[in-house]
């Protein structure tokens, strides 16, 4: 019997945990030691399950060459019964059954799963969870977002980096971006998140995306895709991304370009949208809600749900990068953020889904006051066209390193601003850990820093106000669904 991983499944070795995950199921898995050799000998070229079990059997002398292959078999089984690997007497008959995205499937990719199997011995529960306890006491760059140019053909009003950078912008040298996917690949990293500016003003886009995958990231895409062309598309289909993302403000023209300041932005960005969707490439849609568009981004949902495309909202805008706070003048007030609440609640599923329907969960203070804040520092890092390395994508007022002076690998173990980060944990915070609104609340560092010169100890009183809206509105919504 041949085995070998599905296109759409990635395998990753992290000490002695075992890790693999499938981009189109967002189903995942951790695995103990065993588990971890098991996954080891797994990859994407097809592979005699007989000859697997001579290349472990090594590892365990004290077992049977019988019960390690009835438990290989076991092992195989479970993944494949999840859509992990496939496996055949021919590589043909693998090819047969591999799956494949499109948007005729029964959920193509509209929903999130955490997927864990806590009945199997050799498997640990709660990726996520896990992922974010273990990276903390040993940083590991799990997602790494690459800003190809700096260069952008909108200048979206609400936007965290000043217009005046893309104004001045740049490429990055297409060298120093191979280098750097090499250097994430040596160290372990999952996902590679590609960006720009506008990512298709790179000249050299279609051999940066053909090494990313023949280095196995998962990929994601940022882009308005007003520059899209047939070329793209093709390319796109080769390197199969995990997904492309793309702002949709309105599906009124004139306040969709109100807001990129681009006449015309609008029909290209929808054209360009259908045409994935044709060509069966997942497509997310982002939906930033401001002043502006605070009446119509319900079109939007109703548009992506036709389409059967994921959607989301954020409406707590940031700063700008330069600690610049003008277009925040954008940002919708508590008032109008409750009339948002009102209609999301209606609307966005997205919303529905990941804030209304978690079961509860037991809190441990002491284990939460430990934890970090989020994955700056401790689980990815943000690469700029200039060879800056910043915390993430937002925080470009912190430079922790320069692509064209260090290796990723001195960075990450080596930035002082970066060792200052992973100190950073909820119990900095107290007053947080005692917020009734504590649940509710989606505070974020680079926000703080943005927002308050530099400072990312001081909440801003919008966020916390927010916070306390959220849980008024779940809570009475949720007591309305049990009369």
């Known amino acids: 019997m041949l085995i070998r991983q599905t296109k759409d499944s990635f395998i990753r070795r992290y000490i002695k945990i075992g890790y693999v995950t499938n981009q189109l199921t967002k189903h995942d898995l ?6 971890a050799d098991f996954l080891d000998q797994i990859g994407r070229a097809p592979k005699e399950v007989e000859a697997i079990i001579n290349e472990l059997l090594p590892l365990y002398q004290n077992i049977s060459l ?15 019964n999840s859509g992990f690997v496939v496996t055949g007497a021919t590589a043909e008959e693998l090819n047969a059954k591999e799956p494949s995205f499109n948007y005729q499937m029964a959920n193509p990719k509209t929903e999130l799963y955490d997927f864990t199997n806590p009945d199997k011995k050799d498997i640990l529960t709660d990726s996520s969870e896990f992922f974010y306890e273990e990276f903390h006491k040993t940083p590991q760059i799990f997602g790494l977002q690459i800003e190809v140019s700096s260069r952008c053909n909108e200048r979206c009003i609400h936007c965290y980096i000043p217009n005046e950078k893309k104004d001045e912008g740049e490429d990055m040298q297409l060298e120093t971006i191979l280098r750097v996917l090499d250097e994430a690949k040596e160290m372990g990293t999952l996902q590679v998140t590609l960006s720009g500016g506008e990512l298709f003003m790179h000249k050299e886009i279609g051999i940066i995306l053909r090494h990313a995958r023949r280095n196995d990231f998962i990929i994601s895409i940022l882009s308005n895709l007003t520059l899209l062309t047939d070329q793209h598309i093709a390319l796109l289909k080769e390197v199969n991304p995990s997904l492309v993302q793309v702002s949709l403000h309105s599906m009124k023209a004139e306040e969709h370009d109100a807001i990129t300041l681009v006449k015309g932005s609008f029909i290209k960005t929808k054209n360009a949208i259908e045409r994935l969707v044709a060509d069966d490439i997942p497509v997310q849609i982002s939906c930033p809600v401001m002043k502006l568009n605070r009446k119509s981004y319900k079109d939007v949902l109703v548009y992506a749900n036709q389409l059967r495309t994921k959607a989301y909202t954020d409406f707590i805008m940031m700063a700008q990068a330069d600690h610049s706070t003008n277009n925040l003048a954008q940002r919708i007030s508590i008032e109008e ?16 889904d990941t804030t209304l329907q978690q079961e509860p969960r037991s809190f441990d203070i002491e284990k939460f006051k430990k934890m970090p804040i989020c994955g700056v520092g401790v689980d990815n890092i943000c690469l700029t066209a200039n060879g800056d390395y910043y915390p993430c994508a937002g925080w470009q007022g912190m430079v922790v390193g320069n692509a064209y002076k ?7 173990e080596n930035s002082p601003e970066l060792k200052q980060l992973r100190t950073i944990t909820n119990g900095s915070f107290p007053q947080c850990i005692i917020c009734e609104a504590r649940d509710f609340c989606a505070m974020c560092l680079v926000r703080n820093y943005n927002e308050n010169n530099g400072d990312m100890f001081k909440i801003t009183k919008h966020f916390c106000d927010v916070a306390f809206l959220n849980k008024k509105m779940v809570e009475e919504y949720m007591n309305n669904t049990k009369q």
């Open 30 to 35: 951790n695995f103990n030691e065993t588990g």
């Open 406 to 412: 260090q290796s990723l690998k001195e960075i990450w």
């Open 337 to 352: 953020t409750a009339e948002l609440l009102t209609d999301m609640l209606e609307f966005d599923r997205d919303y529905l």
């Open 66 to 80: 019988e019960e390690l292959k009835a438990d290989f078999v076991e092992f195989v089984a479970d993944l494949e």
